[in-house]
């Protein structure tokens, strides 16, 4: 018999990660997330002189972005566009979705 280990992690928007901990649970590296901090692609929380310190929402953009590096080959520049598209998108679908709800549907 073999038993499989899962790893969680609970996302909301109470807690906050740091650095280290983003780069660990989404496997990108610091200099990676750091290029991705300076083209404002991943935002910090508050940002002390010295380290990043990330809500814990962000670790799903920062997963997103290692699975279009690895997919596609992007550098950061292009992870940094591609990520701003589909954040777009994810708002224009929300936009789409509340402009439907207010809509008389057939019964």
């Known amino acids: 018999m073999t038993s499989l280990l899962v ?3 609970w996302l909301n928007d109470a807690d906050a990660c740091s650095l280290d901990e983003l780069a660990e649970y989404s496997g990108l590296s610091h200099a990676e997330l750091a290029e991705l901090v300076a083209l404002g692609a991943i935002e910090p929380d508050r ?3 010295a380290e990043y310190v ?9 997963r997103t972005a290692r699975r279009l590096r690895d ?3 992007l550098d950061t520049q292009g992870l940094a566009m591609a990520l701003s598209l589909l954040q777009r998108i994810q708002a224009l679908e929300a936009r789409l979705a509340a402009a439907d709800a207010r809509l008389p549907h057939p019964v």
Do not use: L
């Open 7 to 9: 790893e969680a992690v």
């Open 47 to 49: 940002s002390p002189e």
């Open 54 to 62: 990330f809500r814990s929402q962000t670790i799903v953009v920062a």
């Open 71 to 73: 997919d596609f080959e």
